[in-house]
C-alpha cells in the first residue's frame, strides 16, 4: 500500500489540517485516501487494487489513527470484489492488527484481520509504504 501525501502524484490528501507540513500528524488531522495496492513494495510492481478510505489522528497521547478503508481489487479473481478495513492504527507498532469486517463480491460475508507493517516511511514528506497481510473467512 502506498500512500503518497506529497508531490503532484499524492494519493492521500490532508482534508482536516492539524498545523505544520504534510508529514505532521497532531489529534484531529484527517486524510483521504485512495491509494495504490501492488504485489510488492516497489511502485512498478503489479497493482492489484486501491485502498480507498480515510485516518484520522484519534489520540492525544501517541500517533494513533482511525483508518476506515475499504480494499478494492481490481486484477485477477478478486477483481470487483472489497474488503473493509476499519480499526485503531497505533503507528509506531512494528505490526498493527487491522480488523476486516465485512466484505463485497467473492468477499460476502468476509470476516477477519490484517496485519500491517511500516515498510518504508519519509519522515520530511510523510510518505509511506506499508505492508498488509490478510486473512480472511468468507463465502
Known amino acids: 500500500m502506498h500512500d503518497t501525501v506529497s508531490g ?3 494519493t492521500a ?7 505544520g507540513n504534510a508529514a505532521d500528524i497532531r489529534f484531529g488531522h ?12 516497489n511502485l512498478r510492481t503489479k497493482i492489484v487494487g486501491r485502498a480507498q478510505g480515510f485516518y484520522a489522528v484519534a489520540s492525544l497521547s501517541e500517533p494513533a489513527l482511525l483508518l476506515t ?7 485477477g479473481k478478486h ?3 472489497t474488503l473493509a478495513v476499519v480499526s ?13 469486517v465485512g ?10 484481520y490484517a496485519l500491517m507493517k511500516t515498510y518504508w516511511y519519509n519522515v520530511t514528506a510523510g510518505d509511506a509504504i506499508l505492508e ?3 486473512y480472511v473467512l468468507h463465502h
Open 69 to 75: 478503508m475499504n480494499l478494492v481489487f481490481t486484477e
Open 132 to 134: 498488509l497481510d490478510v
Open 30 to 41: 484527517m486524510t483521504m485516501i485512495d491509494d495504490v495496492l501492488t504485489e510488492g513494495p
Open 88 to 100: 485503531r492504527d497505533a503507528i509506531l507498532s512494528p505490526v498493527r492488527e487491522l480488523p476486516v
Open 13 to 19: 490528501i490532508k482534508i482536516i489540517p492539524s498545523s
Open 79 to 81: 477483481n470487483g470484489s
Open 103 to 112: 466484505g463485497t463480491g467473492r468477499f460476502r460475508l468476509a470476516r477477519g
Open 8 to 10: 503532484p502524484n499524492a
